[in-house]
């Protein structure tokens, strides 16, 4: 009788643990909306292959190649997602925009390691401070690290519903009221000596 007892608790809170998550594992509303990456870590410096590559540019040192990047807790309600990446110590303190996408679909929550470093049919590029709507990483100068800001945005908007070519400000202007959430994650970077 224990033991028929035990079991069905055991079942019951499975049960409850499997509801909790819904179907094909994905997470409830209640779950917090986060962001990761599997190149890097929140609070630490990006790997060198992240920087951009322009052999014009001294402070150009890596390969530009665009990190993993993977979401979770979505919103409910959430049609697509916008991306930025944002170094706002940049240009003297006015602020880098090196990455602005949109019109990602809800069913997307991942970017594999370089994906985004072109034009991809998962997302709407906008204009980046480089003038171009794919990934381009940092090219920091030496000193003090920049704080790098990699920030996935949750809209009840379409995929479809905005143009390509949209810069930060005017993304931003596009997604007011329409907004479900947002998660970041904040990595440094600067220049090896």
């Known amino acids: 009788m224990f033991v028929k007892r035990h079991l069905g608790s055991l079942a019951a809170a499975a049960g409850l643990a499997l509801a909790a998550w819904g179907v094909g594992g994905v997470a409830n509303a209640a779950d917090p909306f986060t962001l990761s990456s599997a190149t890097f870590k929140d609070g630490t410096m990006m790997p060198k292959k992240v920087a951009n590559k322009n052999p014009q540019n001294p402070n ?73 709507g794919y990934f381009s990483g940092p090219c920091t100068p030496p000193g003090s690290p920049h704080h790098y800001t990699y920030m996935v945005i949750a809209t009840d908007l379409d995929p479809k519903e905005l143009p390509p070519g949209l810069t930060l400000p005017e993304l931003q202007a596009k997604l007011a009221g329409h907004t479900k959430g947002a998660a970041g994650l904040v990595v440094l970077f600067v220049k090896p000596q």
Not at 78 to 99: I, Y
Not at 100 to 110: H, K, L, Q, R
Not at 119 to 130: C, L, N, R
């Open 60 to 132: 150009c040192v890596g390969d530009n190649v665009s990190p993993q990047l993977s979401w979770s807790g979505v919103p409910e309600g959430t049609k697509s997602f916008a991306f930025t990446m944002v170094d706002p110590e940049g240009r003297g303190g006015l602020g880098v925009f090196h990455w602005v996408a949109y019109g990602i679909p809800a069913n997307v929550t991942s970017f594999d390691e370089g994906e985004v470093s072109k034009e991809s049919p998962k997302y709407v590029g906008g204009k980046s401070t480089q003038g171009v």
